[in-house]
């Protein structure tokens, strides 16, 4: 079975452009969230998506949004990108949101120059 | 207040022995798992273990083994046989239920460890 597959793998981008990232979910799983990664913040969690529905939210602007399709994929939005949103975007699926286990992507390396 | 606790940013083993890397959590709630990732230098996060707050046994999978002491709030990660593979950043994770209802990943700080030939 394929594992959680995070499309691109390295993004560069300018102050003030916006950008979209993609995450398939492992085959069967969905449930979907997205952490953002930073060697001074550690992991911090972004928001989960269950049934094309956003569950849960962390404490992050409104810059930064999210959807999840028919098919469990899911992609995150930053709007408006600062030097600050420089970070390792992790995306993690799980079977249901009751399940324990969250299995992760390699996930998206971000910079904002 | 932190709800998770990796004390040892840092850690280092001889190849072939065992390592103990600490973790203590906070919650208030009777119903948790908790979680052992581990995070090569390429940045995937690879989940190791899983301890539910309700099992009487302390999780084992293969050459990992979690020391789960719920009065002290404390879950260990044990790896048995170090090997030179798991030079890597160590995270212990929480998975809680919040008071709407959701369920919320909550994150220590890490531990690198590196193994020594």
């Known amino acids: 079975k394929a594992g959680v597959t995070q499309t691109p793998r390295y993004l560069i981008k300018t102050r003030g452009q916006q950008v979209t990232l993609s995450c398939s979910p492992i085959?069967?799983?969905?449930?979907v969230s997205w952490y953002q990664q930073t060697p001074g913040q550690g992991l911090q969690f972004l928001f989960e998506?269950?049934?094309?529905?956003?569950?849960n939210k962390g404490n992050f602007p409104g810059r930064f949004s999210g959807r999840q399709f028919s098919n469990s994929r899911s992609e995150m939005n930053v709007s408006t990108l600062e030097l600050g949103d420089s970070a390792l975007y992790l995306c993690?699926?799980?079977?249901?949101?009751?399940?324990?286990?969250?299995?992760f992507g390699p996930g998206t390396r971000l910079t904002v120059l | 207040a932190q709800k998770i606790t990796q004390t040892q940013p840092g850690m280092f083993v001889q190849e072939k022995e065992a390592v103990t890397l600490d973790c203590t959590y906070d919650?208030?709630?009777?119903?948790?798992?908790l979680f052992w990732y581990k995070q090569p230098s390429s940045g995937e996060m690879i989940f190791l273990i899983y301890?539910?707050?309700?099992?009487?046994q302390n999780a084992t999978e293969g050459r990992y083994s979690l020391n789960f002491q719920k009065a002290r709030k404390s879950a260990n990660l044990v790896i048995s046989a170090s090997q030179l593979g798991d030079s890597a950043m160590y995270f212990c994770?929480?998975?809680?239920?919040?008071?709407?209802?959701?369920?919320?990943?909550?994150f220590g700080t890490g531990t690198r460890l590196k193994v020594l030939a």
């Open positions: 993690a699926s799980s079977f249901t949101r009751s399940t324990d286990t969250q299995y």
């Open positions: 085959s069967g799983h969905r449930s």
């Open positions: 998506y269950f049934s094309e529905t956003q569950r």
């Open positions: 919650t208030s709630d009777p119903s948790y798992g």
């Open positions: 301890q539910g707050s309700y099992d009487q």
């Open positions: 994770a929480m998975r809680e239920v919040q008071t709407s209802g959701t369920y919320k990943y909550i």
